[in-house]
């Protein structure tokens, strides 16, 4: 265990994930699955699920509504970040940022070059930040990038960026 680990809660999160696709289904949805599995194992509570369209509407809205719950903590997004003109999750989620976490992004692309897809890491857009008194990531869609995002990055800060914004409650 590192000096950094002790340090941290691990206060159960609550957790909403949100797929954005115009084409996945409750039953293809395999990263959002696999997002909810891994909360699951590490003893956090995915509260709810959604899929809605990759349109820019459809995500603030959606977003809009879940900034307001009392009992979610954090929103998982998968889906919508790519460089298609379809694609605009980071496009609508940047905007509504209070603070981006632009570390995550940075890492994320870092990580996703060196164990993952090499060069094609340069496509991949991911973003983090707080809207309002939670926090948000937004990864890619495929479960390779929700794995590596997940373990690498996501979870083991989870209750760490929780607890940061709990202070302001």
């Known amino acids: 265990m590192s000096v950094h680990q002790h340090k941290r809660a691990t206060a159960s999160v609550h957790c909403m994930i949100i797929t ?6 409750e039953e293809t ?7 909810a599995d891994l909360l699951t194992e590490s003893g956090h509570v995915v509260c ?13 809205s959606k977003l809009l509504e879940v900034s307001k719950q009392e009992n979610i903590d ?13 694609d605009v999750t980071i496009e609508t989620i940047q905007p509504m940022l209070d603070k981006e976490m ?4 940075e890492i994320f ?4 070059y060196q164990e993952d897809i090499g060069s094609a890491a340069i496509l991949s857009r991911a973003i983090a930040g707080v809207i309002g008194n ?10 390779g990038a929700v794995k590596l995002a ?7 800060e989870l209750s760490h960026v929780a607890n940061e914004l709990r202070k302001d409650k």
């Open 20 to 25: 954005i696709s115009d084409t996945r289904t």
């Open 29 to 35: 949805d395999k990263s959002g699955n696999l997002m």
């Open 48 to 60: 709810d699920r959604s899929i809605i369209p990759d349109e820019g509407n459809a995500i603030l």
């Open 74 to 86: 954090i929103i998982l997004t998968n889906g919508g970040t790519g460089i298609a003109c379809r």
């Open 102 to 105: 632009t570390g995550f992004g």
């Open 109 to 112: 692309r870092m990580l996703s």
């Open 134 to 143: 939670k926090a948000i990531f937004a990864t890619p869609g495929s479960s």
């Open 150 to 156: 997940m373990n690498k990055l996501i979870i083991p």
